[in-house]
């Protein structure tokens, strides 16, 4: 428990600034809505008949018109994108900060195991995460309210669980990633988080290419998918799921006998 | 009882050397010196006894407690304090104390306020505010404040001034004769040969000597200043010979004898033959290796 409010009070800079940026970000485009709304008309053609752009962001699925294509569109990339990097970076840099800034001497050498290290530390990630995630659901709700909207509750649901499995997956592979580093490794996690967001644009490209949405976590994410068939796609979510046990295995593996310096 | 127990530790990182068939013993009570120049492998033996890293080969126990197996314990018994002292950003010297007593699961507010105050340690400052000796003091502060049975010190006073060093050392005296035993490594002979009771020496990952610190210093080895002239030639056992102003000074391992001859010979206004100091024993004890090999 020391271990893991000590990580969140090193990590309340960056949550904060992470939260507000994206909860802000979100309630921008919330209340872009009405304005849009009103002149959909003629830019709900345009968004559709972008060829492979219009796919690549799943707007030939989905009516710009309606809050929840509009959501799912526009918050929906603010959130993943937003909501990857954190996660990224919250995961790829806890393990490996202490020998990247020296501070392993000082945890390391007090009567704590090293898997007790891990677990406070997993927690932390989790526990940031999770409490963004809270917040922007509720923001998202509150922001909805206030310009008049009903709110679509399965659909908001479900698109920011996604987003938050999502954004667990990539934590926890980031986290086993981050006991192997030894140096800075802010680079690896923002990579990770850029390169799997762009390999779901492709899928959504070229049909060909469809098989990456199981590999990128953005694959259970879709807006579309979400939206039409109410529900998330198993066979992706399973996946993931595995990808981040496999992480965290990784993580407990290897820092419990790495040589530390 | 033996507090440390080293047996052929051997660690290699990759096919660089760390160290090579270390075998120690420290027992309870001791001050222990731990002696050898930069990269000779102090870092070495210290972290691999913490449990920060694993040996190739070799055992080693703490307190009776295996390295491997019962890491915990060991370090709830040891108070390390670091060559380099780095702590978290954003935090006071306060929070790190209590962090460090928190994570040894002690209320250890009063014993940190008396360090504190002996070492003269504004807590309320930031640590990335601190100079280089003031996060010393802190780590200093970390290492004693849960009262340890084992002080295990890396180069304990580099940044602190003569006078906190003077300080750092009472405390440890102290602490040393209410019988915690002192593990500490140097590359300062002084410092050993004033604190210290038994010490090691270790070169290129090798211990090549391990006794008490006057067996040690006690060799037949005299430094001799003259001051006048004299033929120092034909003498065997000359090392060092430093010449100034009408003096010669040379560390002198030969028959004494055939020195006095030679001193009787020449025209001597004053001479002093002393034992030499623990410096240049050392050093010796690095040429005697280098000669071997």
């Not at chain 1, 053609?45 to 009516?63: C, E, I, K, P, Q």
């Not at chain 1, 679509?152 to 999502?166: G, Q, S, V």
């Not at chain 1, 807006?223 to 039409?228: H, K």
Request: aromatic share 8%; charged share 25%; glycine share 10%.
């Amino acid at each position: 428990m020391i271990l893991v409010k000590h990580e969140l009070r090193q990590g309340r800079i960056p949550f904060l600034i992470w939260t507000a940026s994206i909860g802000g970000l979100l309630a921008v485009c919330i209340f872009l809505f009405p304005e849009m709304e009103s002149q959909m008309e003629g830019i709900s053609d345009v968004f559709s008949s972008m060829g492979s752009f219009t796919a690549a962001f799943g707007m030939d699925r989905l009516s710009f018109g309606s809050l929840m294509g509009f959501y799912s569109v526009e918050c929906g990339n603010v959130l993943g994108l937003g909501g990857a990097f954190y996660a990224a970076l919250c995961g790829v840099g806890i393990l490996s900060k202490e020998e990247h800034g020296r501070t392993a001497e000082f945890l390391l050498t007090h009567p704590v195991s090293r898997f007790h290290i891990i677990t406070g530390k997993l927690t932390a990630v989790l526990a940031q995460v999770s409490a963004m995630n809270l917040i922007l659901y509720a923001a998202s709700i509150v922001c909805m309210t206030a310009i008049g909207e009903d709110v679509p509750w399965k659909e908001l649901t479900l698109i920011h669980l996604a987003y938050f499995l999502l954004q667990i997956e990539l934590a926890c592979v980031c986290f086993g990633i981050s006991a192997f580093m030894r140096r800075n490794s802010i680079g690896i996690g923002m990579g990770i988080a850029i390169m799997m967001y762009f390999l779901n644009l492709v899928a959504n490209m070229t049909e060909t290419a469809e098989f990456l949405k199981y590999i990128t976590p953005f694959g259970y994410c879709e807006g579309a998918d979400i939206v039409t068939e109410g529900c998330l796609n198993i066979t992706r979510a399973a996946v993931g799921i595995c990808a981040g046990i496999t992480g965290v295995i990784a993580a407990y593996w290897k820092y419990g006998r790495k040589d530390i310096h | 009882m033996e507090t440390i127990k080293i047996e052929n530790l051997t660690k290699y990182y990759g096919k660089a050397r760390g160290i090579e068939q270390v075998s120690l013993t420290v027992k309870a009570g001791e001050f222990f010196g731990f002696i050898g120049p930069n990269g000779a492998g102090k870092s070495t033996t210290i972290r691999t006894l913490l449990g920060l890293i694993k040996p190739t080969s070799g055992t080693a126990s703490v307190c009776g407690l295996h390295i491997d197996t019962d890491r915990e314990r060991i370090l709830g018994a040891v108070g390390y304090l670091p060559s380099e002292a780095v702590f978290y950003p954003r935090m006071r010297v306060k929070d790190v104390l209590k962090l460090s007593a928190d994570l040894r699961k002690k209320d250890c507010e009063d014993a940190a306020d008396g360090l504190c105050e002996r070492l003269r340690l504004d807590t309320s400052r930031k640590v990335e505010e601190l100079s280089f000796g003031n996060r010393k003091k802190t780590a200093i502060v970390c290492a004693l404040q849960h009262e340890p049975e084992l002080l295990i010190l890396d180069e304990p006073t580099s940044g602190l001034d003569p006078l906190m060093q003077k300080e750092f050392f009472d405390i440890l005296r102290e602490r040393n004769q209410l019988g915690t035993t002192v593990f500490m490594s140097s590359h300062i002979l002084p410092e050993i040969q004033r604190n210290c009771t038994r010490a090691a020496i270790i070169r290129e990952g090798r211990i090549i000597a391990c006794d008490r610190v006057e067996v040690l210093a006690k060799t037949n080895t005299r430094r001799v200043a003259v001051r006048g002239s004299v033929r120092l030639e034909g003498l065997d056992g000359i090392r060092d010979r430093q010449e100034s102003d009408g003096t010669v000074s040379f560390l002198y391992s030969g028959d004494i004898k055939q020195l006095l001859r030679s001193l009787v010979d020449g025209h001597i206004e004053d001479i002093s033959i002393s034992e030499p100091d623990l410096e240049e024993i050392f050093s010796h004890y690095y040429e005697k290796e280098g000669e071997t090999r």
